[in-house]
């Protein structure tokens, strides 16, 4: 059974510098505030790992969290560029980071192999691309039965995943709901942990008056066995949402890009909204 922790606990017990660390969510469910934690308690020398680095990304990586990001696509979503992540791949600041770039449809693949405990994932991808010439990690391998040539790219195996969620129940199960995009397939990955922050720990899933999916609703439960710490963190997807709890604050992320532009007003804003003890608040 997963341990019941507060954020800052779960994130010390388990987030070591070096770690190759994944904080997935699609579109909804990223964890913010878990990053935002991490970012506080001054993690240094992390491979970020998601398929779609954005705003939580973009701060750790401007609070010089990273050295190295694997991902498939980077950026502040319906608004442009990450300016942090630019900043750190073209003039070094904070510090350097190293790229390993994928097609979503690789690193897909990588999570489902990694989740199945392969060593990699082969694909019909990278075809017209040049993406390969920069991405020594993109292999070809020939199909023994077929002999078809295909990529294949390395499994997806973090040392600690991190996913928010809408519920876990009293037993350390995980129930989560909406675009349901890789998280459970990256927990499934995960070499030593998987911490989830959630809106809510409930009785019973099935009780009387507790929220559940729309009848449209994908879910996935991840059961308590995979799951190692969770911590009861509501609003911890903003400025991202949960469905069926909150919703996305368009406002933020287009002041993000202003914020993130300009490295005094960054660290200005992280100082006062992340990086200092007050603003942990769980």
Not at 83 to 112: F, I, Q
Not at 130 to 149: M, Q
Not at 193 to 217: H, K, M, N, S, Y
Not at 252 to 275: G, K, P, S
Request: glycine letters at 10%; proline letters at 7%.
């Amino acid at each position: 059974m997963p341990a019941f922790l507060p954020l800052r606990d779960a994130v010390a017990a388990h987030v070591r510098d070096g770690d190759v660390v994944a904080l997935e969510g699609f579109t909804h469910l990223i964890p913010h505030a878990a990053g935002h934690e991490i970012a506080r308690q001054g993690r240094r020398d992390l491979t970020l790992v998601r398929m779609t680095p954005d705003l939580v990304y973009d701060q750790l990586i401007g609070a010089g969290c990273a050295r190295r990001l694997v991902f498939s696509w980077g950026g502040n979503p319906g608004v442009g560029s990450l300016h942090r992540l630019r900043d750190a791949v073209e003039h070094g600041w904070p510090r350097p980071l190293e790229l390993e770039e994928h097609s979503h449809a690789a690193m897909a693949a990588a999570w489902a192999a990694g989740a199945s405990g392969l060593p990699f994932a082969v694909l019909r991808g990278y075809a017209g691309t040049d993406l390969p010439t920069h991405n020594p990690t993109v292999r070809r391998v020939t199909c023994p039965f077929t002999g078809e040539s295909l990529a294949a790219v390395p499994a997806l195996r973090p040392d600690v995943t991190v996913i928010h969620a809408q519920q876990a129940d009293r037993a350390g199960n995980v129930r989560l709901w909406g675009i349901v995009g890789v998280q459970k397939e990256a927990v499934l990955a995960a070499r030593r942990a998987a911490l989830v922050t959630v809106e809510e720990v409930v009785d019973d899933f099935d009780a009387p008056g507790v929220r559940g999916p729309g009848a449209r609703d994908a879910v996935a439960i991840l059961p308590s066995f995979v799951v190692h710490a969770i911590s009861e963190v509501p609003g911890g997807a903003h400025p991202s949402y949960a469905a069926g709890y909150t919703t996305r604050d368009n406002a933020f992320y287009a002041a993000w890009d202003a914020i993130a532009r300009d490295r005094e007003r960054f660290r200005t804003w992280m100082d006062a909204h992340v990086l200092r003890p007050e603003a942990a608040g769980v």
